[in-house]
């Protein structure tokens, strides 16, 4: 369970209590016992086997992959995965591959539906290089979305991570976009639902370092 379903949960079945205590009908206590009950269930934080072997590339989030398409960038061509999050998906985020934090950005933007093509490059959102030592850099972006009011990320430039480690989290609806180097191998398409950490998004040529 992440920390804010207990703040969240625990707040609101303090208010049904005050609520049934005051007006001396518990009727009264049901709309905020269920808007607990949702936000210890939203905030959930399942463990995840994580995959091992060389050169791998997992979810960052749990979703639905809504796009597979190469683009072009400032350092090249590079293939994106763009990860649809649901309001019932789970929302902790991991790391796609073990390495340094090479960059953290963040952006101020718009709410845009995640579901919306022009979201990945005009929502608020939180992108985050990681770097093997390999040279192999993995970009992963943390979009807001529609309901998605605050994105959390809880390491920094310089760190080191893990494949599948915990590194923060996209509150309600929101999107993932994963950019991996241009000749890693698709594990994934469209229309296919992931787990952040567990799920193997691609893998690069010759099994790479990891």
Known sequence: MVRDGYIYGLSLLAVAI??????GNSAWSIAPVLLAAFFLWFFRDPQRTIPGGKGLIVSPGDGLVTETVTIATPNGPRQ????FLSVFDVHVNRSPISGI???VRYQK???LN????AS???NEQNVVTVRDGAGVEVTFKQIAGLLARRIVFNLKEGDTVERGQRVGLIKFGSRVDVLIPANALLRVKVGERVKGGSSVLAAMPGGGQQ
């Open 18 to 23: 005050g609520l049934a205590w005051a007006t």
């Open 80 to 83: 994106r995965i763009s990860i």
């Open 101 to 103: 934090i090479a960059a």
């Open 109 to 111: 933007g718009q709410y």
């Open 114 to 117: 995640a579901m919306n093509p």
């Open 120 to 122: 990945a490059d005009r």
